[in-house]
């Protein structure tokens, strides 16, 4: 069965880092674009960011640009989302979701283009 897993989560004081990384079971991840994804308490999910298939593009929502950076392994099997600068409101459940994104932009906010994903990993930013 092909799924992606999502590791890394854990609690960290306001300021600091984190780095989650999404794999895949059964499936290569080198011939999909991926999206990252997060549910705080009490909201609906929501697109934060994702890469291009080829790797040409990105795109970042406004709330995480500049502290949050997407990127492949060598092998081009794992996704990481580098987080810095993590602030309380960055608190949730984050999922990783693979889907054929020929190019990065707004619209890979849109969960039904992706076919894979994760259970999800949860972060906790609090002092």
């Known amino acids: 069965q092909r799924q992606l897993v999502e590791s890394g989560g854990g609690l960290v004081q306001p300021g600091g880092s984190l780095r989650l990384s999404c794999a895949a079971s059964?499936?290569?991840?080198?011939?999909?674009?991926i999206g990252w994804f997060r549910q705080a308490p009490g909201k609906e999910r929501e697109g934060l960011l994702c890469?291009?298939?080829?790797?040409?593009?990105?795109w970042y929502a406004d709330s995480v640009e500049g502290r949050f950076n997407i990127s492949r392994g060598n092998a081009r099997n794992t996704v990481y989302l580098q987080m810095n600068s993590l602030k309380a409101e960055d608190t949730g459940v984050y999922y990783c979701?693979?889907?054929?994104?020929?190019?990065?932009?707004?619209?890979?906010?849109?969960?039904?283009?992706?076919?894979?994903w994760g259970q999800g990993t949860q972060v906790l930013v609090s002092s």
């Open positions: 059964k499936f290569t991840l080198a011939h999909y674009g």
């Open positions: 890469i291009s298939r080829s790797d040409s593009s990105t």
């Open positions: 979701a693979a889907g054929p994104l020929l190019e990065a932009g707004t619209y890979c906010r849109r969960s039904e283009l992706y076919d894979y």
